[in-house]
């Protein structure tokens, strides 16, 4: 079976520094793997994602990750935080024929 | 309306109460499902839908009873609720069940039960 790990319930960052959102799975077969993020009162918005082709995927709002089969990661980044990135992230694998399983997620607070 | 839309927002309930949640998805998608978000837990998917038939029942408890009348349509009928029972819950779709598709998100029914 699937399962996601992120690491680090709360990331706290400067504005203007590296944002760095750790996600590990374990899968038997390649999976598909999503970022989604939650805003206050909302609900959750696709990041970005990774089915096929090219590891280092690019997303909405400057947030790229990359997929590294050999350290089974998919760690999700963005080299300046901005104060409205603050939000919960959540990474999330997916196999064939299987769900949407997610992460427990990751609180990113921005300071100024 | 655009996207996927939940009413109400916020709900109010005691054990003994009779309750829905609405979902709508305005996106032609085929494929609904209902999700329970409690505080530090992942998401948990409760059931899926898929061209208004139920393809999934995640174990949950029958006091939770979900209805899809069409594929634009799915209600969660609530009834005798725990307070443990209190979370976010969070309607998606797709536009099917493959395996790449995309889950869109609406903003969720917060659910208090007293």
């Known amino acids: 079976a699937q399962s996601v790990t992120q690491l680090g319930s709360h990331v706290s960052v400067s504005e203007g520094a590296l944002v760095l959102l750790r996600c590990n799975y374990s899968s038997s077969v390649p999976p598909y793997l999503f970022w989604y993020v939650q805003y206050p009162n909302q609900g959750l918005q696709l990041l970005l994602k990774?089915?096929?082709?090219?590891?280092l995927v690019k997303g909405i709002n400057g947030f790229e990750a990359e997929f590294k089969k050999s350290e089974t990661s998919f760690h999700l980044t963005k080299p300046s935080a901005h104060m409205s990135d603050a939000a919960e992230y959540f990474c999330?694998?997916?196999?064939?024929?299987?769900?949407?399983?997610f992460g427990k997620g990751t609180k990113l607070s921005v300071k100024p | 309306e655009t996207g996927v839309t939940q009413t109400p927002r916020h709900l109010v309930m005691g054990m003994t109460n009779k309750k829905s949640l609405k979902c709508e998805q305005h996106l032609g998608h085929n494929a609904m499902y209902w999700y329970k978000q409690s505080a530090k837990k992942p998401l948990e998917l409760m059931f899926v839908?898929?061209?208004?038939?139920?393809?999934e029942n995640n174990s949950v408890p029958s006091r939770f009873s979900p209805e899809c009348p069409n594929s634009s349509h799915l209600f969660l009928h609530l009834h005798t609720l725990q307070p443990e029972d209190s979370a976010l819950y969070l309607c998606?779709?797709?536009?099917?069940?493959?395996?790449?598709?995309?889950?869109?998100f609406g903003p969720g029914t917060r659910l208090t039960v007293l």
């Open positions: 839908y898929s061209l208004e038939e139920r393809v």
């Open positions: 999330a694998v997916k196999i064939p024929a299987g769900n949407l399983i």
């Open positions: 998606a779709s797709s536009q099917d069940l493959g395996y790449t598709n995309e889950q869109f």
């Open positions: 990774y089915t096929t082709g090219a590891t």
